[in-house]
């Protein structure tokens, strides 16, 4: 008569988890870093959108042919985050020279009920005259968050006009066709996102 063996069914069991755990890590693996090319990021993340500059157009990132675009999200009211972000884009720029005319700037709003075309304009202009503010309605702003995957989440203030924003600091960098490339962390240097900057343009434009 053969008996239950409960020691050898766990094991079984914990064999099939691994399995299982293993297919998954191999397939969420496939999602990274192309290792043929570090710099390039495999689309999972970005694609196109459609928002409204500061200059008051419709743009796509087709707007900019043959441009990079370093993206950041955030929202005029922010009172730490954003100014430091977008004052190391401004000091990395500087720092690469004629070859900043090679990527545009971006700064995407997550509070499109208060950053308006001109007051989002003013704001921009407060740290590099080539960034361009970008806003929209709560749906496109909704759309382009989901498509890049960037967290934000509005926080209620005292008052219904002082809420805040808690959002994603990192920078974007795609194509003209809003194709993902890389993605800065919100602690990098003005250097080392200089730095990043020009390998890319060496390596992706010539």
């Given at each position: 008569m053969k008996f239950f063996?409960?020691?050898?069914?766990?094991?079984?069991?914990?064999t099939l988890v691994v399995l299982v755990l293993a297919a998954i890590t191999l397939k969420f693996a496939s999602y990274g870093p192309d290792s043929s090319d570090s710099h390039r990021v495999t689309q999972v993340l970005?694609?196109?959108f459609s928002l409204v500059a500061t200059d008051?157009?419709?743009?796509?990132?087709?707007?900019?042919?043959?441009?990079?675009?370093?993206?950041?999200?955030?929202?005029?009211f922010c009172p730490d985050v954003c100014?430091?972000?977008?004052?190391?884009?401004?000091?990395?720029?500087d720092q690469l020279g004629d070859d900043a005319n090679r990527i545009q700037p971006l700064f995407i709003s997550v509070d499109p009920d208060r950053d308006t075309v001109a007051t989002l304009r003013d704001y921009v202009a407060l740290f590099h005259p080539r960034l361009l503010g970008l806003t929209g309605t709560p749906a496109q702003i909704a759309d382009v968050t989901r498509t890049f995957r960037v967290y934000y989440r509005k926080v209620e203030g005292a008052t219904p006009d002082t809420y805040s924003m808690d959002h994603d600091a990192s920078l974007y960098i795609t194509d003209d066709h809003g194709t993902l490339i890389k993605v800065f962390s919100h602690d990098v240097t003005e250097e080392q996102l200089a730095n990043g900057l020009k390998a890319l343009l060496a390596k992706l434009h010539p």
């Open positions: 063996d409960p020691y050898k069914m766990l094991g079984l069991a914990f970005g694609g196109p008051g157009a419709t743009v796509t990132p087709a707007s900019w042919p043959g441009k990079l675009l370093l993206m950041t999200f955030g929202y005029r100014p430091t972000n977008l004052g190391r884009i401004a000091r990395a720029l």
